[in-house]
Antibody, heavy 117, light 107 residues
Framework: QVQLQESGPGLVKPSETLSLTCTVSGDSISSFYWSWIRQPAGKGLEWIGR???????DYNPSLKGRVTMSVDMSKNQLSLNLTSVTAADTAVYYC???????????WGQGTLVTVSS | DIQMTQSPSSVSASVGDRVTITCRASQAISTWLVWYQQKPGKAPKFLIY???SLQSGVPSRFSGSGSGTDFTLTISSLQPEDFATYYC?????????FGQGTKLEIK
């Protein structure tokens, strides 16, 4: 059974960097694409980007180059860094497995990140 | 970006009803479409991929159809556990985009 668990600070100050980790169990992180997706409270889903083996990354241009994703094969973890955050980045952040690169079949429970001073 | 528009934004229905949710893409996406179900406070759950292929374990009362720009998700006989918000997602071109969601409420 594949399980994903997001972790990281729940509060980030404006202009700082949001850093999250997703720990994957039950599967090898090297075998699949992995996405980050976020959801502001009461709103819809926004795809942030996807990554395969740290070699292939596709990001949402709406984030204007502020996002970087990486994987740590030794820990079976993926990471998300989002720089220069503002209140608009406040959301629940999900990691998800992207089977065949596009079908998000397994999701973490999500972690709420609030951007506030 | 490809814009995904769902209709209706919300719908009230009763247990046993048949419900259809529509998702329209701003440009043709073939069948690069996925449907998800989300309950309050939970992560989305994957239901259908390729517009019409049911994920293993998803009840057969769920079905999807469409290609190009117009897609539908149908629940043939609503069960209490089906009341949730439903999202479509396109994967034809980057960035992947989601519909705004359709909230299915109990009448």
């Amino acid at each position: 059974q594949v399980q994903l668990q997001e972790s990281g600070p729940g509060l980030v100050k404006p202009s700082e960097t949001l850093s999250l980790t997703c720990t994957v169990s039950g599967d090898s992180i090297s075998s699949f694409y992995w996405s980050w997706i976020r959801q502001p409270a009461g709103k819809g889903l926004e795809w942030i980007g996807r990554l395969f083996n740290s070699a292939t990354a596709d990001y949402n241009p709406s984030l204007k180059g502020r996002v970087t994703m990486s994987v740590d094969m030794s820990k079976n973890q993926l990471s998300l860094n989002l720089t220069s955050v503002t209140a608009a980045d406040t959301a629940v952040y999900y990691c998800a497995r992207a089977t065949s690169g596009w079908v998000h079949d397994y999701w973490g429970q999500g972690t709420l990140v609030t951007v506030s001073s | 970006d490809i814009q995904m528009t769902q209709s209706p934004s919300s719908v009230s229905a009763s247990v046993g009803d048949r419900v259809t949710i529509t998702c329209r893409a701003s440009q043709a996406i073939s069948t690069w479409l996925v449907w998800y179900q989300q309950k309050p406070g939970k992560a989305p759950k994957f239901l259908i991929y390729g517009a019409s292929s049911l994920q293993s374990g998803v009840p057969s009362r769920f079905s999807g159809s469409g290609s190009g720009t117009d897609f539908t998700l149908t629940i043939s006989s609503l069960q209490p556990e089906d009341f949730a918000t439903y999202y479509c997602q396109q994967a034809s071109s980057f960035p992947w985009t989601f519909g705004q969601g359709t909230k299915l409420e109990i009448k």
